[in-house]
């Protein structure tokens, strides 16, 4: 099993274990089978608990219920038989329709059954989210970071799989490093993914985003107030060491890895220096702590 782990690829791509949910040619790649398409009943289908996506909403899945109500339920769920409660099934794709198909009324919604593992399912949830542009950017960061710490997959083979460019990736997962309420409010719609960027390395991310979600500010005012050095007490020159380019982007890389705001010290004429890492919950911390013991003597974090 370790081995099938390390030879498999980024999977075998939506085509192969999904989107041909309307074809009737058989699939040949283990752990792929297929069983014919049925209508299974709403009450035995449950979500994937690892599900990359957390915010449905309401007025979509509204929207869509009246669509499924005028013309049913069109593409049909994939699902796999649930692990944990014999006899009902787990979502691998679909959850939405299935959502709006509980508003709508309807009692069974059409479905095909693949034969999948807990590593294929994951995997196949985040890379169907992202491709289709269904999850915010911060549930698309945190999808990046699961396909990478769970499956060891590196930017440059995500980008090839999923058609995006290695930057957008990594840009992505540097908006992890943003604060708690930043990032909720990039969530929200309330902030852009452009806003987000341009506040990963400003001195107080929190208090411009507030200011540009008060005042309605564009990118590139935003990109002004997170260069503009915040009102401060003066300090000794030597107490407040300006900071460069390099150590900033080091400290970006090392907060989007981490999902937590990382700050790097070095002493003026000296090699010598600390890394701080602030969390925001003790959840965060044992995240943190884990991360560290499993890559113990893996030469990476």
Not at 70 to 83: K, N
Not at 278 to 288: A, N, R, V
């Amino acid at each position: 099993m370790a081995d099938r782990k390390e030879k498999r690829g980024l999977g075998r791509g939506l085509s192969a274990l999904m989107a041909d949910v309307g074809s009737d040619a058989p699939a040949t790649e283990a752990g792929a089978e297929r069983r014919a398409d049925t209508s299974i009943a709403i009450e035995r289908i449950r979500p994937n608990p690892d599900q990359p996506r957390r915010h449905f909403r309401q007025n979509l899945l509204d929207e869509l219920a009246a669509s499924i109500k005028a013309r049913g339920v069109i593409q049909p769920l994939v699902l796999r038989d649930d692990p944990r409660h014999p006899g009902d099934y787990q979502i691998v794709a679909g959850e939405r329709r299935w959502r709006a198909a509980q508003i709508a009324r309807l009692h069974e919604v059409p479905a095909v059954v693949r034969m999948l593992d807990d590593t294929e399912v994951l995997e196949i949830a985040i890379i169907e989210n992202v491709q289709r542009a269904d999850l915010d950017p911060i549930e698309e960061g945190a999808g990046y970071r699961q396909l990478m710490d769970k499956f060891g997959h590196t930017q440059d083979q995500l980008a090839q799989a999923l058609g995006k460019s290695r930057s957008h990736i990594a840009n992505t997962m540097r908006l992890l490093g943003l604060p708690q309420e930043v990032q909720d409010l990039l969530a929200s719609g309330a902030l852009s993914a452009g806003h987000a960027r341009a506040l990963i390395t400003a001195e107080d991310p929190v208090s411009i985003a507030r200011e540009v979600v008060k005042k309605g500010l564009s990118v590139r005012q935003t990109e002004k107030l997170a260069k503009a050095p915040p009102p401060r007490q003066p300090v000794a020159p030597d107490k407040a060491p300006v900071k460069d380019a390099d150590t900033r982007a080091l400290e970006s890389d090392l907060s989007g890895a981490l999902g937590m705001k990382v700050a790097i010290s070095t002493s003026p004429g000296s090699e010598k220096g600390s890394v701080t890492v602030q969390f925001g919950s003790f959840d965060q911390l044992d995240d943190l702590c884990q991360r560290l013991s499993a890559t113990r003597g893996a030469g990476r974090i």
